[in-house]
C-alpha cells in the first residue's frame, strides 16, 4: 500500500522523501516551508502560518498524493529551484528583498515580565550612540510596548499601497509595532497564533526599513507561534536572552535556550535584569535574590552581557516615552558587552544616523 501523505507530516520530511514537492509547496505559496527551514511545522500549520488561511488543504494533499503514488507532477508548476530562489536561510517570500538589513538580533525569554523590552529599546539606543543605524520590531503582537516607551504614536504610511513606511522616534529610529496600527493603543489583540506569526512576518517583509546595521525584534514570552516564526522564517544573526535573579525566572529561561539551540541559533548573550537596587547611601540590595546569571550562562555557552539594576529613572524615562535619554554605567557596558560578539563591529560603521 502507498504511503499516504497527511496534513500533520512535516514539510522538511515530505521534501526530504520527495524532493519535487517542493515545487508543489511553491504552487500553493508555500515555497517558504518548502526550504525546509523548519524541521518540526507540518503542513497543516505551514498553511495556515506562512499561507495565512489562503491555502486550500484539500487541492494541496490531493496533489501531494497523486505525486507521491504516480511520481507524476501536475503541469504548470514553478520551475524547480524557484523555492530555494527565494534566499538564504529558507527567508519567505518578499523577506529575501529586505538586502537592506544586515543583521536581525532577536531579544528573547520564555519568561513574562523580565523586561525584554526595555533590553531592546536600550540596546537600541546604545547602538544608535555608536554610529549604527537601527530599528525595532516589536514582535510583541498582543502586549506591545516598543513605542510607548520611545514616544511613538504616529501611524506607518503606505507610499505605494503596497508596504509600510514606519514612523520613527525622537532619535531616528525606525519603530514597527501592533500599537502604531490599532484604533487604540489599549485596544486587544484577540487572536490565534497563526495569525500572530503571519502579522510577524509582515512587519518583517512588508515594512520599508531602509538599510539598518541591526533590526532589534523584541519577543513576547514563551516558546510558542511567535518567537518560533522568528527563529526559522527570518534570517536571525543572534539572540539576546534576559532574565531576572530569580530560580524560577532562570528554570523558564533556560527553555528558550533549548529552543533557539534545537533551532540552531546562536546565542549572543545573557542579561540579568533587575539584578539590584542601589540606595542613596550606595548600598546595594538584590531584591530577588543572588544572581543566576551563571546558570544560564553554562546553560547557553554564551557571555553575561551586563547586569540592569532597578533604576526609578529607567520607569520614568520609559513611562513618558523618552528612553532615548536614559543612559547609566550599566547600559553603557550592555551595548561594549554586545558589540564584543557582535556580527558587525564598530570600526566597519562609517555613516552616522
Request: charged share 20%; hydrophobic share 45%; aromatic share 4%.
Amino acid at each position: 500500500m502507498a504511503v499516504q501523505i497527511n496534513p500533520n507530516m512535516t514539510v522538511a520530511s515530505v521534501v526530504e522523501r520527495w524532493p519535487e514537492a517542493a515545487r508543489l509547496f511553491a504552487r500553493y505559496g508555500l515555497a517558504c516551508a518548502s526550504c525546509a527551514i523548519s524541521k518540526s511545522e507540518t503542513i497543516a500549520q505551514a498553511a495556515a502560518g506562512h499561507g495565512a488561511g489562503r491555502v486550500k488543504m484539500d487541492e494541496l494533499m490531493t496533489d501531494l498524493n497523486r505525486y507521491a503514488e504516480t511520481g507524476v507532477l501536475p503541469e504548470g508548476l514553478p520551475p524547480a529551484g524557484a523555492a530555494q530562489s527565494l534566499g538564504g536561510k529558507g527567508v519567505p517570500r518578499g523577506m529575501a528583498e529586505q538586502k537592506g538589513i544586515k543583521h536581525v538580533i532577536a531579544v528573547m525569554s520564555g519568561k513574562g515580565g523580565v523586561g525584554k523590552s526595555l533590553v531592546a529599546g536600550l540596546l537600541a539606543v546604545g547602538l544608535v550612540r555608536r554610529g549604527f543605524r537601527v530599528g525595532v520590531l516589536d514582535g510583541d503582537i498582543t502586549g506591545p510596548s516598543i513605542p510607548r516607551m520611545f514616544g511613538v504614536n504616529e501611524k506607518p504610511v503606505s507610499p505605494d499601497g503596497k508596504t509600510l513606511l514606519p514612523p520613527r522616534s525622537r532619535g531616528g529610529i525606525p519603530i514597527m509595532s501592533m500599537n502604531l496600527i490599532l484604533p487604540n493603543e489599549d485596544e486587544a489583540v484577540i487572536w490565534r497564533g497563526p495569525l500572530i506569526s503571519g502579522a510577524v512576518r509582515q512587519f518583517f517583509s512588508d515594512v520599508q526599513w531602509g538599510e539598518l546595521d541591526y533590526l532589534i525584534v523584541d519577543l513576547p514570552p514563551g516558546t510558542s507561534d511567535a518567537p518560533l516564526t522568528v527563529m526559522q522564517a527570518l534570517p536571525v544573526s543572534g539572540v539576546v536572552l534576559v532574565t531576572t535573579p530569580q530560580a524560577l525566572a532562570t528554570m523558564v529561561v533556560t527553555k528558550a535556550v533549548r529552543l533557539v539551540k534545537q533551532l540552531g541559533g546562536d546565542i549572543l548573550g545573557v542579561v540579568e535584569n533587575m539584578a539590584y537596587v542601589t540606595t542613596p547611601d550606595g548600598k546595594r540590595f538584590e531584591l530577588f535574590g543572588p544572581s543566576q546569571g551563571l546558570k544560564l550562562v553554562i546553560a547557553a555557552n554564551a557571555p553575561l552581557m551586563g547586569r540592569l539594576p532597578i533604576d526609578p529613572a529607567i520607569a520614568r524615562d520609559a513611562d513618558d516615552g523618552t528612553i532615548e535619554s536614559y543612559t547609566s554605567p550599566e547600559t553603557e557596558e550592555l551595548t561594549e558587552n554586545f558589540l564584543k560578539v557582535a556580527p558587525l563591529k564598530a570600526p566597519e560603521v562609517a555613516h552616522t544616523h
